[in-house]
């Protein structure tokens, strides 16, 4: 959890460093489990969105502490503890259990890339559009979810 008798650069840095490891996370999950899907369809949207985490870790790569520090006292608190996904994957659990959590997990990353946009000083179109592009993560997730849910014999 983010400190606030921490330096706001610190705090800045700590925030940046926490979103790079949950999109580095959340890669190899992805590329674990589409290696791990029965379902083909399910298979290349997962390597896809692993595809995409390494984008936003390069873009995340980029940005300085200084594009978090507005006028003021600096970035808020973000309460890192909150984003973090409360249920772990775990090795024996189903696809549909695995895209559950992968919901969860980009539901997690919309909230901390808007909180993000909106302490921005630089990057607030950069922040905006990884809230976009974590939305549409999560919307196709739930589509083949809700699918696999259906029709349980396809997982």
């Known amino acids: 959890m983010v400190s606030k008798e921490m330096p706001v ?7 940046l ?11 190899k999950f992805y590329l674990r489990w589409s290696e791990r899907a029965n379902d083909e369809e399910v298979s290349r949207l997962l390597a896809e969105l692993a595809s995409d985490e390494r984008t936003h870790v390069e873009k995340l790569s980029n940005i300085t502490p200084d594009a978090l520090i507005a006028e003021g006292p600096g970035p808020p608190d973000f309460k890192l503890s909150e984003l973090l996904v409360d249920v772990p994957a775990k090795p024996d659990m189903t696809i549909v259990d695995a895209l559950a959590v992968a919901i969860r ?29 974590e939305r549409r993560h999560k919307h196709r997730l739930e589509l083949n979810y809700a699918r696999l849910k259906r029709h349980p014999s396809d997982s």
């Open 17 to 27: 460093e926490f979103a790079v490891a949950k999109e580095k996370e959340a890669e």
């Open 9 to 15: 650069v610190d705090r800045s840095q700590q925030i």
């Open 105 to 133: 997990r980009e539901a997690k990353a919309i909230a901390l890339y808007d909180r993000l946009r909106r302490s921005a000083t630089t990057e607030e179109a950069l922040f905006a559009a990884l809230v976009e592009e």
